[in-house]
């Protein structure tokens, strides 16, 4: 009677067989079960295995491994047959007595005497009897199977010497040959591979737990390199085939995605022949990858030749820096070239919008350009204009018609016909008339060393310049001394000016501190007016006004007092002879009032007016100039000259005139008993401190 064989698994997973006959259990699969192929290939050095579900092919001759089946198995495969033979003896029943036959046959359930256990009860099932001593198997369970066998002892296995291994390199080769027998793959984990390995005595190759680590790691890493490199043999191989396939379907496109393409070609043999899914995925991607990138390339391509004709329709229809976008949409909507072109008439307007931006960019930057050139020739022009006038000015100064202290006015006659003034007139920047002032303050900058000098050995010489001194004189004086006579000859002209204009603003200087002491003691003389009579001698008057600190102070010139004083008996009078013009009506004198307010009022608004004009020249002509190593008083001699006439002495007059009306009309003449005509003056009445 054949002999009946049941399938088991371990507490590893390692399958072995057990005869429920003879009660005999083997790791190897019994002849009698196997396929032909199976029993042609046991009479190779190639076995079978698997890894995670996975076969693979190991020769015991070589140590080679291999994920694909050997030529030299595909051509014992051709000549066996693919179709297996059916086994002559079935395999046991499955269900629950299949699992709780597999239990007790399991190698957790052998005694260390090679005895099986009973998983029910825990006693020993000794071969050949149908249940454990004292006790009977369950109806429903098979014969318990024999002990699992000994594994089969491998020539080839190292053996750990009892003092380890000498070398690292054999201690190393050992663990490895315990790792690949254990069944260690790329994706192992270190914890797993530990409970796999620890039991077996190859485990004791290393002596730390450090150096198996590191083993471990180096060996995985071995196989994840030994992996990848078969995997891209293996894609390197077959990726022409899928190449072709897919390239020859019109219903693959850029967007086709993997399980519609697995569906397409699920029943081709090209696409069969790729067995791991992974791999076929990889290959399908790279090629959609592929045709993505040529869809991009030519949309992109696309995409700028219809640019280049939006950006001919802008040129076409002359748009500018200055066009909205508004009226651009609407020039190219349109155009003959969007309603003739399918190819442009597709272009978003978005992709129009960017090129009306990117044109409109390159118009502004031309426009401002252009403008930035205009305005670099117009300064450019302006800065000629300036330089030609300067070199005019240049060329007067060598002419000696431009010297220190010249005056606008003299040699303006000699450049009003000349284009390079004419030229400038109009331009921004500095005026004729302050580049003049230039010229004439660096001529005065160079003579104001020679000046001093020269005002040295004047007064060395104890020469008095006045302004009756000729120009022959300051030569005469000067020709006596070698340096000097230098001098003379190149700034002759600019000396005896500066000298002329320094006694001139002199002699004005001394007769305006003049006048204002004789205001003072006219102003003072109303203090004392009710001591004498109006109608006394000069003379007779002195004794009472002679202690007066504004009479002393013109000790040494008795005909400025005698001036004063005639001013002031003269408005006295003229304030009297009004006073008894009006029969000394206090509403003829209120008539009158107003009239002397509003002519007052008059005359200070208009010498403010004049002032403010004073002020306003004299700012524009020196406005950001510095001219502080210039004296003050030439400069105010200098903007006093420009003005014709003699200003400043009309406005003493008309300040004094004023100040006496705004003083005397508070004086009311009164007569004395015996006559007299005397001014009594309130205290209030008297002029302030420091006015004029």
């Not at 302004?467 to 600019?494: I, N, P, V």
């Not at 000069?538 to 000790?555: C, G, H, S, T």
């Amino acid at each position: 009677m054949a002999a009946l064989w049941t399938e088991h698994r371990n507490a590893e997973g390692r399958t072995y067989w057990n005869n429920t006959i003879t009660k005999q259990s083997v790791w190897e699969k019994p002849d009698i079960l196997k396929t032909p192929f199976e029993r042609a290939l046991s009479q190779t050095s190639w076995r079978e295995y698997f890894q995670e579900g996975r076969k693979y092919y190991y020769n015991t001759v070589t140590k080679e491994s291999k994920w694909d089946m050997p030529e030299e198995l595909l051509l014992l495969l051709e000549k066996v047959g693919k179709e297996p033979v059916p086994p002559t003896v079935p395999i046991v029943a499955t269900g629950e007595a299949t699992n709780q036959l597999a239990a007790i046959a399991s190698p957790t359930n052998v005694t260390s005497q090679g005895v099986p256990l009973n998983p029910l009860s825990g006693a020993m099932v000794r071969p050949g009897l149908p249940g454990p001593v004292g006790q009977s198997l369950p109806n429903n369970l098979p014969t318990a199977p024999t002990p699992v066998p000994q594994r089969p002892l491998n020539p080839d296995e190292p053996v750990v010497p009892t003092n380890g291994f000498a070398i690292h390199e054999e201690a190393e080769k050992a663990f490895w040959y315990l790792l690949k027998k254990a069944g260690v793959g790329p994706d192992s984990v270190w914890e797993e591979t530990i409970r796999a390995i620890i039991t077996d005595p190859l485990y004791k190759s290393f002596n730390s737990m450090a150096e198996r680590k590191e083993s471990w790691q180096k060996y995985v890493e071995t196989l994840k390199k030994k992996e990848a490199e078969e995997k891209e043999a293996r894609m390197n191989k077959q990726r022409p085939a899928i190449k072709n396939l897919l390239k020859g379907n019109p219903n693959v496109f850029h967007y086709t995605s993997f399980e519609t393409a697995d569906q397409v070609f699920a029943q081709h043999p090209i696409w069969q022949q790729v067995r791991i899914e992974s791999e076929r995925r990889q290959l399908f991607l790279e090629y959609i990858s592929d045709l993505q990138q040529r869809e991009q390339t030519r949309l992109r391509e696309m995409r700028g030749r219809n640019m280049e004709k939006v950006v001919g329709i802008f040129k076409k229809h002359e748009v500018d820096a200055l066009t909205r976008w508004r009226d651009a949409l609407k020039m190219v909507l349109e155009s003959e070239e969007w309603k003739e072109d399918q190819e442009l008439s597709q272009l978003p307007q978005l992709d129009i919008l960017l090129a009306f931006e990117d044109y409109s960019k390159i118009k502004s930057g031309e426009y401002e350009s252009a403008v930035k050139i205009a305005e670099q020739a117009r300064m450019q022009k302006y800065r000629q204009a300036r330089e030609g006038f300067r070199a005019l000015l240049g060329g007067l100064k060598s002419n000696g018609k431009l010297l220190s202290g010249t005056k606008w006015k003299e040699i303006y006659p000699l450049i009003s016909e000349d284009d390079r003034y004419l030229k400038l007139l109009g331009t921004p920047g500095s005026t004729p008339l302050e580049l003049f002032w230039d010229a004439v303050d660096e001529l005065d900058l160079a003579l104001e060393s020679k000046v001093k000098d020269v005002g040295k050995y004047l007064s060395s010489r104890s020469f008095q310049f006045t302004e009756q001194t000729t120009t022959e004189q300051l030569e005469a004086a000067l020709r006596e001394d070698g340096k000097m006579s230098k001098m003379f000859d190149t700034d002759g002209l600019g000396l005896y000016r500066y000298f002329h204009e320094q006694a001139a603003h002199q002699r004005r200087k001394t007769e305006k501190l003049q006048r204002r002491m004789q205001d003072d003691l006219r102003y003072a003389l109303k203090r004392k007016a009710h001591k004498f009579d109006i109608d006394a001698p000069y003379e007779e008057v002195v004794p009472i006004i002679q202690d007066l600190p504004e009479f002393k102070a013109l000790e040494n010139d008795d005909e400025a007092r005698k001036i004063a004083f005639s001013k002031f008996v003269k408005r006295q009078k003229e304030k009297m002879r009004e006073v008894h013009s009006d029969d000394g009506s206090t509403s003829s004198r209120k008539r009158k009032e107003p009239y002397g307010t509003r002519m007052r009022d008059h005359d200070r608004e208009r010498e403010r007016s004049r002032e403010k004009d004073r002020d306003d020249r004299y700012s524009s002509r020196h406005r950001d100039r510095d001219y502080a190593r210039r004296r003050d008083d030439r400069d105010r001699d200098r903007e006093r000259d420009k003005r014709s006439g003699r200003r400043e002495d009309d406005k003493e007059k008309d300040r004094s005139r004023k100040k006496d009306e705004d003083v005397e009309m508070k004086s009311p003449v009164k007569e004395t008993q015996n006559g007299d005509r005397h001014l009594t003056l309130d205290p209030s009445d008297s002029p302030e401190e420091g006015e004029i």
